[in-house]
């Protein structure tokens, strides 16, 4: 599966402005909504998806980067927004660092093959440093929809 696939271009935010993890997620929530990929109507029920999965287990995984997710039968079709934080948001990860990059991953939940796809795709390029070092580095849509038509020209084929 490919980034480009996923991810809402039109929900990418290259300077996030909140400082803290639920704030963070509404962020990027919110900019699925802009982006018509997530109805206004289901917006506050999606933060409270999100945050109560994250209650459960941070998905802030280290090395600056934070996966939020959830699967949810409101949602039919896949989608991804992207944040960039310049000052860092405390999320609660697993190496008590703050995390600079949020994935935030919405699924189908009639999908779970497809979510699994979908993490793999991610983690797979934010476990590469030097992915997670130009996305950090990133301050436009532009330069986040380059590093990912790079990453996915890179990625096997399936």
């Known amino acids: 599966m490919k980034l480009l696939d996923i991810v809402v ?14 704030s963070a997620i509404a962020e990027a929530i919110d900019a699925l909504v802009s982006a018509g990929a997530l ?8 933060i409270k998806a999100v945050v109560k999965r994250e ?15 959830v699967k949810h039968p409101s949602i039919s079709k896949m989608a991804v927004a992207i944040a960039v934080s310049q ?3 405390e999320f609660n990860a697993l190496d008590r660092q703050p995390v600079y990059s949020i ?6 939940e009639d999908q779970p093959e497809e979510h699994l796809d979908a ?6 390029n934010l476990s590469q440093e030097r992915f997670r070092r130009f996305l950090r580095q990133a301050r ?4 986040i929809v380059t590093l990912m038509e790079e990453a996915d020209a ?5």
């Not at 209650?55 to 997710?69: I, K, L, M």
């Not at 993490?119 to 797979?124: K, S, V």
């Open 9 to 22: 271009k039109k929900a990418i935010i290259p300077n996030l402005a909140a400082a803290e993890r639920d």
């Open 39 to 46: 109805s206004p109507e289901l917006r506050d029920d999606f």
């Open 55 to 69: 209650n459960r287990g941070s998905t802030g995984f280290g090395h600056g980067v934070a996966v939020p997710h």
């Open 87 to 89: 000052s860092g948001v």
């Open 103 to 108: 994935f935030l991953l919405l699924s189908p």
């Open 119 to 124: 993490m793999e795709a991610i983690f797979g």
């Open 140 to 143: 436009s849509v532009a330069d």
């Open 154 to 158: 890179k990625a096997p084929v399936r």
